[in-house]
């Protein structure tokens, strides 16, 4: 991979949703934080300050799950954007006379300048139009032997989608997505080192297409540059629904879509010759009611 930047991301529309995104945590988002947790039984050292980088969309239910396993550590939530910011702000407010009893949570819109032991990302870097420039911040967050943990979707998500829109002719359903390969490079591009990648894949059932939809727009947008280019109608939707009832069932006759789950986590260490990654796969699989 010689581009680091995706070529099928429009940087605006990946800027405008990060403005627009809903300032809650998407259902997926909190079981892919879950499982992502305990993959922290690995690390050994506990952190002394972590960093949870845009929680409010990454998953609140696992904020307090790590929160939980390390109770003496400070924590940063990193809010990039207002109206995200306002909501964390508001969910870890805490009366003065409370912060003594243990360790403290601070949000602020960037990270300090001292350095995390931990820094976690969940279901984040898919969305970015120049994801090495966020690993390379992640990078100068972290202090010195700190850990970064991702998670991002990866390129079989709602393959059956994007089938469909090719059977019926229309643009592309969706940006195209990293391969966990690509991530192992980039990560080392940006100075990490260590780097192990796996993945799995988990596969969601809904009982109607308005259920299917409704997930994806909680999920997410279609970034890709030759998408529609403007609004469609009730009769396309029409369409689309009743093609999604059609084409996209299971074996138990509802509707699924699989989603590729590609998980990482590397170190930044001092300056040392760089290391091949590792990879591992799985398969899973979940539903939604």
């Not at 627009?20 to 945590?25: I, N, R, S, V, Y």
């Not at 506990?46 to 929160?67: D, N």
């Not at 967050?141 to 393959?159: I, K, N, Q, Y």
């Not at 009743?242 to 930044?268: N, S």
Request: glycine residues 6%; proline residues 6%.
């Amino acid at each position: 991979m010689t581009d680091f930047l995706p070529p099928t991301i429009d940087p605006v529309a990946a800027r405008r949703w990060q403005h627009t995104a809903p300032a809650a945590t998407p259902w997926l988002h909190d079981e892919v934080g879950q499982r992502m947790q305990a993959r922290l039984d690995w690390i050994a050292q506990k952190p002394r300050i972590w960093y949870h980088w845009e929680a409010v969309r990454g998953g609140l239910q696992t904020h307090a799950l790590i929160a939980q396993r390390y109770p003496d550590a400070a924590c940063v939530v990193v809010e990039p954007f207002a109206h995200t910011r306002a909501v964390a702000q508001q969910h870890w407010r805490q009366p003065w006379w409370q912060r003594w009893r243990g360790a403290t949570t601070q949000v602020l819109e960037s990270a300090p300048p001292e350095g995390a032991d931990l820094l976690w990302a969940n279901m984040l870097l898919h969305t970015q139009a120049d994801p090495l420039a966020l690993l390379r911040q992640w990078h100068s967050a972290l202090a010195l032997e700190g850990c970064l943990m991702f998670s991002c979707l990866g390129p079989d998500t709602v393959r059956e989608l994007r089938a469909l829109y090719r059977q019926l002719g229309w643009p592309e359903a969706g940006h195209s997505l990293t391969d966990m390969h690509d991530w192992g490079d980039m990560l080392l591009q940006a100075g990490f080192a260590d780097p192990v990648m796996d993945m799995e894949t988990i596969t969601l059932s809904f009982a109607s297409p308005q259920r299917l939809l409704q997930e994806l727009r909680e999920l997410g947008r279609n970034l890709h540059p030759a998408r529609f280019a403007g609004l469609r109608g009730r009769g396309w939707l029409a369409q689309l629904h009743a093609a999604l009832q059609e084409h996209v069932r299971l074996l138990d006759g509802q509707l699924g879509l699989r989603f590729e789950i590609v998980y990482g986590h590397a170190f930044k260490a001092a300056p040392r010759g760089a290391r091949q990654w590792k990879k591992s796969r799985a398969d899973l699989t979940g539903h939604r009611e």
